[in-house]
């Protein structure tokens, strides 16, 4: 598993990866209430806003980590936005993305340094 | 930035756990452990504590309760010499340009009329009604009180537990009720669109007589992140987002608030700030409204999002003033100003979220149904 900046945590399966945000991250948001989703087929570029995620607080964009083609979206998210708090770590991943760049996940955290990076 | 305020409840809510963040000068909860949404949905289930300690408490004096509400009619367009004794009301100070400098709550407490203005507002309104109303009314901000709000359907049996007598108060009565052998002053009324109370307590006593609450099973402590769900669901206005100093009261559709007496044809007519144009606009009509808005989607539309006639092209017609999501709505609610024409209720209109415009149907307030005691 590795980690960004943005508190996005990327779980490598076979030739994709996927993208959810962290139980830290869901926490701080508060009670998330409505989940956007991009459409699969997509193809994004690192830093790209893909899914839009709103709290009951405000809304947060989720990047596209690295490079790629959507391949998958969690549909069920968008009539279950909770999940984002209830299960953050497996169920409530947003998308799959078939990275063009494999070595742009160099550039993540592992778990450790994620851990020292919220402190 | 100064130092923050702290209430008198403060260490209670550390002690809670609740997140506390800045808001209008004050250290306040915004959310205790149980979240945002669950302490919405328990107040509107059971009863909620509120911290609402940070507003202004204020006492105006003068030889008799008629004589402080003569005087007081000079700032606001309410009937407040007609209010009986033990009776509370909503109101607003104007300016001359008839717009809104604040919202309050105003009672006649038998000798003195007894004011709670909003936080943020609350030193220039002092400031108003000493330059206004002095020598001839003394006006005592009152700041040895804490002030809390009990609100939700078990917010009678809680409070009775202290005192059996609250139970025989009616909507917007107002009395002192002994809590705990404690001389507090009691209203039924609120900010929620719930039945319940707001108790002012002398700050010593606070902290126990909110543990007492507290300890009971139909209460929970209620940040300032469901307080403004909850309003929003029960359609009231946030004074600085729904109303501010630019909105006349009948743009904002709070003409229900300005009593017959004091308006043209009304026996104590006008006398107070900005009334020709507050009566023009009675008399002709506004070009904008305040509407209660529904999105069809479930996108919320939040504060700041122009509102248009059409899917595609045209100006916008308006803006969303407060929006969010509404718990017990179970879907995104708003208001905000639109034209008078599409101020109609099950009118279809735009918002415009992130670049795309989703539709947003004109709703009547409040989106969810007022359960006070009347």
Known sequence: MKYTEEHEWLRVEGDVVVVGITEHASEQLGDVVFVELPEAGTEVTKDEEVCVIESVKAASDILAPIDGEIVEVNEPLVDEPGKVNDDPMEGAWFFKIKPSDPSQMDDYMDENAYKEFIG | ?374
């Not at chain 2, 139909?218 to 946030?238: F, M, N, P, Q």
């Open chain 2, 1 to 374: 930035m100064g130092e923050l305020k702290r209430t008198p409840l403060y260490d209670l809510h550390v002690e809670l756990g609740a997140k506390m963040v800045g808001f209008a000068g004050y250290d306040m909860p915004v959310q205790y452990p149980l979240g945002v949404m669950k302490e919405h949905l328990h107040c509107r289930g059971a009863a909620g504590l509120f911290d609402v300690s940070h507003m202004g408490q204020v006492a105006l004096r003068a030889e008799s309760y008629e004589a402080a509400a003569k005087a007081f009619e000079t700032l606001v367009p309410q009937d407040v010499i007609g209010l009986g004794a033990g009776r509370q009301r909503y109101g607003f100070f104007t300016n001359d340009a008839g717009g809104i400098e604040d919202d309050l709550m105003f009672a006649n407490r038998g000798d003195h009329l007894f004011v709670v203005v909003n936080a943020a507002c609350k030193e220039g309104d002092i400031a108003r009604m000493t330059a206004a109303l002095s020598p001839e009314v003394t006006v005592e901000e009152i700041t040895d009180r804490a002030l809390v709000a009990l609100q939700g359907p078990a917010a009678e049996t809680a409070l009775a537990r202290l005192n059996p007598a609250v139970v025989d108060m009616a909507f917007m009565d107002f009395a002192e009720v002994e809590l705990d052998g404690v001389a507090c002053w009691v209203s039924r009324s609120g900010y929620t669109g719930e039945d319940g109370y707001e108790i002012s307590i002398p700050e010593a006593d606070a902290e126990g007589i909110c543990r007492k609450l507290l300890a009971m099973e139909e209460v929970e402590g209620i940040g300032l992140g469901a307080r403004d769900s909850l309003r929003l669901e029960g359609g009231l206005c946030l004074y600085g987002n729904d109303i501010d100093d630019s909105t006349s009261p009948i743009e904002a559709a709070l003409t229900w608030a300005i009593q017959k007496v004091r308006r043209a044809d009304g026996d104590r007519a006008g006398g107070f700030p900005g009334a020709d144009r507050i009566f023009g606009d009675l008399a002709e009509g506004v070009a904008r409204k305040r509407v209660g808005l529904a999105p069809t989607g479930r996108a919320p539309m939040r504060a700041g999002t122009q509102l248009f006639a059409a899917a595609e092209g045209g100006e916008p017609i308006g803006e969303v003033t407060s929006g969010g999501f509404g718990p017990t709505y179970e879907g995104p609610v708003a208001m905000g100003y639109v034209g008078t024409a599409q101020a109609v209720v099950g009118t279809e209109i735009f918002g415009e979220v992130r670049g795309k415009r989703m539709p947003v149907t004109v709703a009547k307030m409040p989106l969810v149904p007022a359960n006070f005691k009347r």
